[in-house]
């Protein structure tokens, strides 16, 4: 699922109610559509079944398509760079979600992707920008330990969220 997530499409600029065929292109120009190339070859690298990119007109489906078809596999440059196989350094939340609701309202999975964001994909910049957008932030925790508890991965969190809260929340 949401093959494009990691990269900067905006879905929130794509009108689901009147697609227009041109959308993708407009918006996203040719950089776009490559950047959706590689982020598709890229799960198809993957032991899946099936991908699903949420795409939204024939044109976008044509050019998902188009790259199925050619795939065979990663070249070595690609798994390179895209640092294939690998994982986030432990401890890393797997946002199984099964931590939350946090009696704080605190979005404990995205607290903790943002962090990965930072420091395993390298994008701090956007990993703020993100992280200031949630409704609330890690500095809400009381440390109740209720995540804790529920955490099938034993993780530190709260000491992960606020380590997160430090590194991304803006200073003022
Ligand atoms: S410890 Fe903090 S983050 Fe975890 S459930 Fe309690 S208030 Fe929420
Ligand atoms: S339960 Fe643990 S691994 Fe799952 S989302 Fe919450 S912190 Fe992440």
């Known amino acids: 699922m949401k093959p494009f997530g990691g990269i900067d499409l905006n879905y929130t600029e794509r009108d689901s109610r009147a697609p ?31 991908a699903v990119p949420g795409l939204r007109s024939p044109r976008e489906v044509g050019h998902a398509v188009a790259v199925a078809e050619r795939f065979h596999e990663l070249t070595e440059r690609e798994k390179e760079q895209y640092r294939f196989g690998q994982m986030p350094p432990e401890p890393f939340c797997r946002e199984c979600g099964l931590c939350v609701p946090c009696p704080e309202g605190i979005n404990i999975p995205a607290v903790l992707r943002f962090e990965k964001y930072a420091n395993f994909y390298g994008l701090p910049e956007y990993a703020k920008e993100q992280y200031q957008r949630l409704n609330t932030k890690a500095d809400g925790c009381t440390r109740c330990g209720d995540c804790v508890k529920k955490c099938p991965y034993h993780l530190d969190l709260i000491s992960m969220i606020e380590g997160t809260h430090k590194a991304l929340a803006l200073r003022v």
């Open 20 to 50: 227009n065929p041109k959308a993708f292109d407009k918006i996203f120009g040719e950089q776009g559509v490559e950047k959706a190339r590689r982020a598709l070859r890229f799960v198809l690298a993957h032991d899946v079944a099936t």
